[in-house]
């Protein structure tokens, strides 16, 4: 939304609030329920007319044109009719097919945990960038931080800083705020910091804490809020390669084949789950679950609950990455296709299984509600609709090389390339 359509929303909204307090008459219970009721005149009075007497259908057709944003963070608070009119699921569903015509969620969703009204946003807003990003996105390449392959990417603070980690054994702090077309790469570079003394192999981050997986065994902490300043460090017996970082836990995949669970307030060792024959190269969890995907072909499911493994699915090929959110499991795997496990109930069923054109491994994925991105090695980054049968947005190339990992936040992608750059895009509108 431009800064030139602000004021005229402000003025709309408060007119809709004037005349919210104008009116006298009440909607009735039927238009209020009930968004199948044929179109009826509109009453006879004496007052002027204004949105309040509109039957409930054709107001439903003026919000179908305004943004979904606006709809939910304004309209819905002008009066109690119309906070009761946007807030069903009915209508942002109807408005979803209007963009895709497929399954939404590909996994049934329960509607009392879900946000429809939310999802629809993000999927117009996604649709809306991707599908011609060369027009609505501005690409950088920060090519100056490093001298070895870039192999994982982190953005924080809502997309306004990236960390990059390399082989070079550092990691680069970026303020993409300082990007623009007429400076060079060098003015967004914050800092560099010899992060370990093997590859940084992966990264993540929960509240203001960043952790960083390296090749040297150890998994090193490292405050955001306090110049990236290292806060804590724990040792393995072997290369970490997948850390997920919680609340009061952090776990790691391992090329020893195992999953390090340590205990964040006193870096206590609490479990190694051994229940693959091969390194762990991705891993995911939840208060419920952990998901590991190994390079023996298959996904473990550990019951955090119960204490044990629950399953152990066998994949055609080894999976190298996964997002696990929404109620839905995706997994990148080494022949280029993509599989949606259902988590629901603890089944962890293979449901769909995708070839979406990629000629490498994919090396990154992520799952969020208005779209799917992957990045492989055959060079391109590729971006999905969120709906069953999955269809492509666009391919993205930019004279890409291997792509190595991948980040997703606010409308910004980072990507990590062999060729010792890190890829940025980001809305023109930024």
Known sequence: MTSSEKP?????????????IETEDQPN??????LNTSLSPIPTTNEPLHLLVLPTEILLVIVGFLDPKFVIGKLSLVCKRFHKLVSQDAIWKMRIKKTYTGQYPVIAVDDGNFDWGQ??????KDCSLWSNYKENMDFYSLNCGHIASVDSVCLLQNGDICVS????????VWDLRKLSKTTKAESASVKSIQAHKGWVWSMTSFDNILCSASWDCWLNFWDIEADFQKVGQLRGSSAFLCPVLQKDVVMSGSYDKQIYMYDRRTDALISKLHHHKK???????????????????????????ANRLLKKIKMEAFPMSMSYSNGQLWTGLRNG??????PTYGKFDIVQNYNIGHNGKITGITNNTGCIITAATDKTLKVLSPCHPVSELTTIDEQLQELTDLHYLNGVLACGCSDFTCGIWRPKSF
């Not at 219970?29 to 009930?34: A, F, G, K, R, T």
């Not at 762990?280 to 473990?300: M, P, Q, R, W």
């Open 8 to 20: 005229l929303q402000s003025s709309f909204t408060e007119t809709l609030r004037q005349l919210s």
């Open 29 to 34: 219970e039927e238009e209020e329920n009930d």
């Open 337 to 342: 296709e993509i599989n949606v496990l259902d």
């Open 119 to 124: 999802a629809c946003y993000q999927i117009e």
């Open 279 to 305: 390194p762990v190269l991705c891993l995911s969890a939840d208060e419920h679950y952990i998901v590991s995907g190994s390079e023996d072909n298959t996904i473990g499911v550990y019951d955090r609950r």
């Open 165 to 172: 980690g390399s082989r070079d054994r550092t990691m680069n």
